[in-house]
Structures are given as C-alpha cells and as structure tokens.
C-alpha cells in the first residue's frame, strides 16, 4: 500500500543538485538515477561522509571524506585520503569536483574514526611541511638581504657571493611557482615551471664554476 509521502514524492522528479538533511548533515543529489548492475537509484553526497568515487578522468576508486556540497555551484569538496600522488586527486588535497565528472559514488565500506583520524594526521603533515618550507624559504630571503652582504662577499669572493645570490634567488622564484601549483607540476611541469627550472640549473653551474675558479686562485 503506498503512504501519503510515497504519492508526494511519486508526483516530484529528483534533479542533480537539489539537498536534504541525512542524519544531520546537509546532502546533495549528485545524479537522480545511477546503475552499476546491480539495481539503480538516486546518488547523494553526504558531507563529512566518507565515500568511494571514480570520476570522468580517473576510472579507478578513490578515497576521501565529502567536507562540503554546494548546490550553487553544484560542486562537491572531498579531501582525498587515498589517490594518486600528484595531480588535482592528489592525497591529502581537497578536490573541488563538479557533480557531472562524478562516475561512481557511495559510502566507504570500512570507513570509520579511523580514517577520519587518518586524515587530520595527514593534514596536519602537509601544514607542518608547508609551515617548514615558508619558514625555510623566509630564512634564505633574510640571509639575500642582509646589510653585511658586502662582508660576505670579501669572505667568500666577489664572484662567487654574486653567483650564490643568483642561486638563492631563482630557487626562491621555482619555490613559489611549485607552491602555487600546489605541487602538481612533477611531471609535467609548466612552461613558466620548466623555464625557471632552466635557469635555476644555469645559476648552479655559473656558482660551480666561480668556486672551481676560486679554489684554483687559492691553491
């Protein structure tokens, strides 16, 4: 016998991107009808979930937590806690994905508190590297613009202090460049990426040959 709100719903067509409260957390519908061979029905995304998913692009399963939905824009957040290394799916990133790439879509079948404790240790990890590097990076811009540079390069010669600053500084540049790539650049870098690279190498070769020359001066 069908209730009162199985007449209601009958009456009413499901759309991707329309919400509801699920257990008390806010859920989207990232598609009114999927069908993986074994029976069909509605996908939802349920945030602070931990789900498996394919996309349009990545065939295979990964793994991650949804953080937020957003009818609006009609994207889902999920922070990876188990895909590839680099890329826009890398682990420990934050994905923001529209709901059409989205393929397969449903609950982690061994997801728990330790999972969710899995990844705020890898979250953590990542803001203590990049805490690290801002702080590594910061220290070598203090050393480039002390005022006893010129100190410095009676110390260690001319030549080589200016070749030295060379280095320090284009590595600095390839530094943030990476960084505002968000590390997704190691295979296939940019042409921006893969030209200051280039002239990282030539300042590291220009330092190595001052300091040959250096040495043979003093010998």
Known sequence: MRTVNDIINADIELKSGET?????QLA???TPFASYGGGGGALWAVENQCVQFTTEAHPTYL??????VDPRSRTVAIEITRGPTWGSLAMGGTA???I????????APQAGESLIFESQ???SQILADHAFNKISQREIRDALATQHSQVLASLI?????????EVCSNYLKLCEQVNAANGACARMPSTAITRQRRAL???LTTLALQVQAAAAATA
């Open 28 to 30: 989207m519908c990232i």
């Open 157 to 165: 010669g001319a030549p080589v202090h200016s070749a030295l600053q």
């Open 63 to 68: 793994e991650g937590i949804c953080r937020k």
């Open 121 to 123: 240790a890898m979250r």
């Open 20 to 24: 509801r409260i699920e257990e008390g």
């Open 201 to 203: 190498r030539t300042a």
């Open 100 to 107: 059409s790439v989205i393929r397969r879509y449903h609950p």
């Open 96 to 98: 923001i994905l529209p």
